[in-house]
């Protein structure tokens, strides 16, 4: 599967901004979606997963109430709504694909193809 991340940019805080990743060449039915993001300096760290089949949703607790994860099955297309966008949001966001299963995991290492990152940054 290839991922394509697009969407990010500058924003004031307390703005939104949509995340979107699309898959192309995807060979399995079974498989988890997530968004992490990597600040400088700091480790890349899970934000929002959702599984492709039931659509079930998992959120870190910095973002939970703020940013919405979701998906258009028709265009094999996952989004992350971000909302009231806080300085400390700023980094470079990927989406992932944990392929064969439908449990939702927080590690990164359980993930195995990445997008190239999109980034998104908030001026206070």
């Known amino acids: 599967v290839q991922l394509q991340a697009y969407g990010g940019g500058l924003v004031q805080a307390g703005g939104s901004l949509r995340l979107s990743c699309a898959a192309s060449?995807?060979?399995?039915?079974?498989?988890?979606m997530a968004w992490f993001r990597q600040a400088p300096g700091k480790e890349r760290e899970f934000v929002a997963a959702?599984?492709?089949?039931?659509?079930?949703?998992s959120y870190a607790d910095s973002v939970k109430g703020r940013f919405t994860i979701s998906r258009d099955e028709a265009k094999d297309t996952a989004f992350l709504q971000m909302n009231s966008l806080k300085s400390e949001d700023t980094a470079v966001y990927h989406c992932?694909?944990?392929?064969?299963?439908?449990?939702?995991?927080?590690?990164?290492?359980?993930?195995?193809?990445w997008g190239q990152g999109t980034q998104v940054t908030v001026s206070s």
């Open positions: 959702i599984t492709w089949s039931g659509g079930s949703t």
């Open positions: 060449k995807r060979t399995f039915s079974r498989y988890v």
């Open positions: 992932a694909v944990r392929s064969g299963v439908t449990v939702i995991s927080r590690h990164r290492s359980q993930y195995s193809h």
